[in-house]
């Protein structure tokens, strides 16, 4: 390693608390989809910040209109309305299908608020406080208190126990675990639409059916977490849309701005009229005139792209190729997911592997010990995968 690059993470390592094992580099820009370190080594992007820069970097449209709001208004507070956080919630409406929209900072965030909502809700109808969310096994939503309560993960709660409490956990994929915690203190069953960090695991159409009929015969709300599997990655706007099956409540973030720190939950009119009111929640920054105004032209981009017709079209070359890798290859054991985010799964820990990649030139992620994790800027071409394959199998071979 070059004596710079050493000597600033030797700076960082001194610097930053340590809840992080960053790899050995350091960046500096990006282009298309391609990054950047200090020494000017190129790397092929296959992560993108973990599914953020769904318009790769360097988009000139993305980066002027952010510089034009910048010398508008930065922030006011959400005592005041303001031009870009109107036009998101409109477009954000839109993309969704959802009717009210509540703009946060971050994912957790999202799954805060949506949480509160979906409690708020429970207690206007009997006036009672033991009401109980099931959430599912292995999954991911967050690392505030209220978002580790329902992540699926005991390593990751562990330490911070006790949580916000009345979390049951089912089976993601598997009806009757749900169906059997269920009861009259059920007020919501929250899941991702594709399970991120606990593997690449998209949900069956059946077992999104049937919950979203249980919740409608009981009257409880069905929170879909869209944080990683929204905005365009699975080929559809959102991931839920595949199988038309709508949620009460949802969560976005991460490619909704595209960089810039910003989540949102959304919810259905009936649960924007009997849930949250004003006082019941809040943020300082969440909705100012930045964070919407790159929501507002990161969904107008989308649109004049086309980005989910490309997803779907590049995104079944993508799988074709994993599919291709996988049955040459041994030690893979499957391939899953939809679109632009899969997972390929080895016999092994993929950790070596991804490092081999970095050294080659090609940025990758897991999704657990096992699990390489393929969430790339949603603009990649065909071309981009060759080149990310190529790379790939010389890993996978040595």
């Known amino acids: 390693m070059a004596e710079y690059m050493q000597r600033l993470i030797g700076d960082a390592e001194r610097a930053l608390l ?157 009806f009757d675990s749900v169906a059997a915690l269920t009861g009259g203190k059920t007020c919501a069953i929250l899941l991702e639409t594709v399970q991120g960090e606990g593997g690449i695991y998209p949900a069956g159409e059946d077992f999104l059916r049937r919950i979203r009929a249980l919740c409608d015969e009981r009257d409880i709300l069905l929170i879909l ?73 990161v969904l107008e981009l989308f649109e004049e792209y086309h980005i989910t017709e490309h997803v779907r079209e590049v995104g079944a070359y993508l799988e074709k190729r994993l599919d291709g890798l996988a049955a040459e290859h041994a030690c893979v054991k499957e391939r899953r997911g939809v679109g632009l985010m899969q997972g390929l799964e080895l016999d092994r820990p993929v950790g070596p592997v991804i490092l081999s990649a970095l050294e080659k030139g090609l940025i990758l992620i897991n999704a657990g010990t096992n699990v390489i994790r393929f969430v790339p800027p949603l603009i990649i071409t065909k071309e981009n995968v060759d080149e990310m394959i190529g790379i790939l199998e010389t890993c996978l071979e040595s």
């Open 18 to 174: 340590h809840t992080y094992n960053r790899y050995q580099i350091v960046l500096e820009k990006g282009e298309g989809v391609y990054l950047y370190d200090i020494e000017g080594k190129k790397y092929l992007d296959f992560a993108a910040g973990i599914a953020v820069f769904a318009l790769g970097y360097g988009n000139r449209a993305y980066n002027d209109a952010l510089k034009e709001q910048i010398d508008k208004l930065i922030h006011t507070s959400n005592y005041y309305y303001n031009l870009p956080a109107i036009g998101a919630a409109k477009r954000l409406k839109e993309a969704s299908g959802m009717d009210r929209v509540f703009f946060t900072n971050s994912g957790a965030e999202a799954v805060e608020g949506a949480i509160k909502a979906a409690r708020k809700y429970a207690w206007l109808k009997d006036g009672r406080t033991d009401h109980e969310i099931i959430a599912m096994n292995h999954s991911f939503h967050g690392r505030t208190m209220g978002a580790l309560s329902v992540t699926g993960n005991p390593g990751y709660r562990e330490p911070f126990e006790p949580g916000i409490g009345n979390i049951r956990f089912a089976d993601y994929n598997d």
């Open 225 to 297: 977490d869209e944080i990683q599997c929204g905005m365009g990655r699975t080929g559809t706007m959102f991931a839920w849309q595949r199988y038309g099956v709508k949620p009460d409540i949802m969560t976005a973030a991460k490619a909704v701005g595209c960089g810039v720190p910003v989540g949102a939950f959304l919810m259905t009119e009936k649960v924007g009229q009997h849930s949250l009111a004003a006082g019941d929640h809040g943020t300082t920054y969440g909705g100012n005139p930045l964070a919407c105004r790159a929501v507002e032209k």
